[in-house]
């Protein structure tokens, strides 16, 4: 869901792509999403989201937590899955992260 500079994804982009993943699958399923973006995989490993939803969304720091409106999407969506999240390497030369990468582009490209 994102790659290197300057070609790089940003978060809304990554995630939008986890809630639009994630919706499009059917049921109640085990899901492994991919991803190279901390930003994320660290909100459900270390469940920051739990936080924020009992702080009034603000973070440690006490300021409003970004892209509330898809966090509380992508929540959502979690809750509908067994959801697993990996961590990949955010390397040019790390194969799964070329392949996440490709598959979002082509997914925004349409």
Same mark, same amino acid.
């Not at 699958?25 to 490993?45: Q, T």
């Not at 939803?53 to 973070?59: A, C, F, R």
């Given at each position: 869901?994102?790659?290197?500079?300057?070609?790089?994804?940003?978060?809304?982009?990554?995630?939008?792509?986890?809630?639009?993943?994630?919706?499009?699958?059917?049921? %109640?399923? %085990?899901?492994?999403?991919?991803?190279?973006?901390?930003?994320?995989?660290?909100?459900?490993?270390?469940?920051?989201?739990?936080?924020?939803?009992?702080?009034?969304?603000?973070?440690?720091?006490?300021?409003?937590?970004?892209?509330?409106?898809?966090?509380? %999407?992508?929540?959502?969506?979690?809750?509908?899955? !067994?959801?697993?999240?990996?961590?990949?390497?955010?390397?040019?030369?790390?194969?799964?992260?070329?392949?996440? !990468?490709?598959?979002?582009?082509?997914?925004?490209?349409?």
């Amino acid at each position: 869901m994102s790659g290197a500079e300057p070609q790089t994804t940003n978060q809304r982009m990554e995630l939008t792509a986890a809630v639009e993943g994630l919706a499009a699958i059917p049921g %109640r399923r %085990r899901v492994h999403l991919h991803s190279d973006s901390a930003y994320i995989v660290n909100c459900f490993r270390d469940r920051w989201w739990e936080r924020w939803e009992q702080n009034g969304w603000k973070n440690s720091q006490k300021q409003s937590v970004a892209n509330r409106d898809l966090w509380e %999407r992508l929540i959502a969506q979690t809750r509908r899955h !067994d959801v697993i999240w990996h961590k990949v390497a955010g390397h040019a030369d790390d194969a799964l992260n070329n392949r996440v !990468d490709a598959l979002a582009r082509g997914a925004i490209a349409g």
